[in-house]
């Protein structure tokens, strides 16, 4: 299945997922430390419903959203850089429910803002920046930053529809792998620029 028709047939547990997960790999470039949004992880996992829905987790969702955007506030977007603004814009659309319409609109956002940040970081992909990264196929022909990206969030996706609240760690753990590529990335550019 594509990474589109993924995103459409996730619940809210794998819509919240995949919209965090997006979000957790690109902290790096909001100067965010490793575990900025472990306490949305948390409230995902400790309500896992059978249902698929966050449950007593979005009771709490808005609470922890509001703490993590305190701890990721930076300042004015004015001068910073697309992929930074990306990733701003990425945390302040999360909505303030764990359910609805809504999430899966963050979540589909997400996914477009994390790849389209992966292929303006990817020096192989320099040339095709301007190109939105097609999300109904295979990676062929992608920058390997971004083929990677691409594969991480589809990964996510199918740990949440084949094992539910069981594939919260693994997709955790996925996250976790690209944020460290990502902040290597960052890293190097930054000393790239000094």
Do not use: F
């Not at 659309?93 to 609109?105: D, E, Q, S, V």
């Not at 020096?123 to 991480?152: I, Q, S």
């Not at 996706?157 to 997709?171: H, I, M, N, S, T």
């Not at 976790?176 to 290597?184: H, K, M, P, Y």
Request: with cysteine; hydrophobic share 45%.
């Amino acid at each position: 299945m594509s990474l589109v028709e993924l995103i459409a047939r996730a619940d809210a547990r794998g819509l919240a997922a995949s919209g965090l997960a997006c979000l957790d790999r690109c902290v790096p470039l909001l100067d965010g430390d490793d575990e900025a949004l472990r306490p949305l992880w948390a409230l995902l996992a400790a309500d896992a419903d059978a249902d698929g829905t966050c449950g007593a987790a979005g009771r709490d969702w808005a609470e922890g959203l509001a703490q993590v955007r305190d701890k990721l506030a930076g300042p004015d977007a004015g001068g910073e850089d697309e992929a930074v603004v990306l990733a701003r814009r990425m945390l302040e659309a999360a909505p303030a429910a764990c359910t609805g319409p809504a999430l899966r609109t963050w979540a589909d956002a997400c996914s477009v803002a994390s790849l389209r940040i992966h292929r303006l970081l990817d020096p192989v992909g320099a040339a095709a920046r301007e190109v939105d990264v097609p999300r109904d196929g295979g990676t062929e022909g992608l920058p390997p930053l971004v083929a990677a990206e691409l594969r991480r969030q589809t990964g996510v996706l199918e740990l949440l529809a084949e094992r539910g609240a069981a594939g919260l760690r693994p997709a955790l753990e996925v996250s976790t792998e690209g944020r460290r590529v990502l902040r290597a990335v960052v890293s190097r550019r930054a000393r790239g620029r000094a």
